[in-house]
Nanobody
Framework: EVQLVESGGGLVQAGGSLRLSCAAS????????IGWFRQAPGKEREGVSC????????YYKDSVKGRFTISSDNGKNTVDLQMNSLNPEDTAVYYC??????????????????????WGKGTLVTVSS
């Protein structure tokens, strides 16, 4: 059974930073794409950033480029999201998700993540103005 456990959410003032972590276990596929999605109140879920386990290729949503950095430790099966220069529009529940790398990383990560295989329960990030 695939398990994804997120941590690191919380309340931060605008301009501040947070680091999210996701610990993954139980996935049967060796080559995968893992990443972060978010859903703000009243809005659809959207892909924030993903990384490929084999190539290290990354995807970032345009609005987070230059502010967020995704990194992974394949040996520990963890993926982190360093979020800097946060603004209130980043407020959302952030979910970790994983899928076998059968599709292009942009296909998997862009949009609502309908092609992702397994999901964590999410961690809330609140950015105050």
């Amino acid at each position: 059974e695939v398990q994804l456990v997120e941590s690191g959410g919380g309340l931060v003032q605008a301009g501040g930073s947070l680091r999210l972590s996701c610990a993954a276990s139980g996935f049967p596929f060796g080559d995968y794409v893992i990443g972060w999605f978010r859903q703000a109140p009243g809005k659809e879920r959207e892909g924030v950033s993903c990384i490929s386990s084999s190539s290290g290729r990354t995807y970032y949503k345009d609005s987070v480029k230059g502010r967020f950095t995704i990194s992974s430790d394949n040996g520990k099966n963890t993926v982190d999201l360093q979020m800097n220069s946060l603004n209130p529009e980043d407020t959302a529940v952030y979910y970790c998700a994983i899928a076998p790398a059968l599709l292009n990383i942009q296909v998997l990560c862009r949009g609502g993540g309908g092609a992702m295989d397994s999901w964590g329960k999410g961690t809330l990030v609140t950015v105050s103005s």
